[in-house]
């Protein structure tokens, strides 16, 4: 079911400093930082040859990324981001093997335009994972 | 300076659960365990099309990974690996960043039989990164 390794979102409490630390010292292709209103986030876009860095940044007074940064004021990687085929069919198979999916249990509309859906991570080992459809 | 996303590695109170949780609920293909014993780690690699999940579980009396998971009973990601090219130049261009080496700073071979090092996670958002050289 599962397939691309889309993402591995990481929290940081200095967007601006972690963006330079991937740009000039880890020598990665790093972007300019995003607004997502819709989603509480400014993020920055690490481009790897295989898959993508996001760095998270609260925006706005209810910022999903806020609390976690309380929790972890150093930062610390907030979900990884599996691609599916279907996300329909992945939350009802998800459902039947005992997993939860959070909020309503239904896709909505992700930061990249596409539906996902995020999971339990007491169910998964401590991991928020995020399923996008591509 | 860092290519490809080796590997995401997340370590995991109960292995034989785990594995067949990605395997049955998100459905991926997933190896049999593998015992490391130089590392402290059995692990199950996880195989996506474009990257690995590494499940890790402690091993013998000196495992990297029980402390972690006696701070993080049901698991977490324990590190994330990037690929380089050169282990030396990439250790060289680190510590001018102003990054911290672990252990005595200098590569040593790491479980895939490849060079290997790991920078201070209070440097890097709180991420324990591996690089490794390719």
Redesign the interface.
Known sequence: ?????NH?A????DLEA?AA?YR?????QVGPPLDQPDHGVTVVFID????K?E?LHPLGDASPVAAFLER?P????HH?C?EVDDIGAAAA??RA???RVLGDGTPRIGAHGKPVLFLH??D????LIELEQI
Not at 1 to 5: A, F
Not at 10 to 13: C, F, G, R, S, T
């Open positions: 079911m599962i397939g691309r390794l591995v990481i929290a940081v409490p972690s630390q000039d010292t880890l020598g990665a790897l040859p295989n898959t860095i760095l972890n150093s930062g610390g990687i990884i599996y198979r998800l093997g005992g997993a991570p007491k998964f080992n401590g991991c």
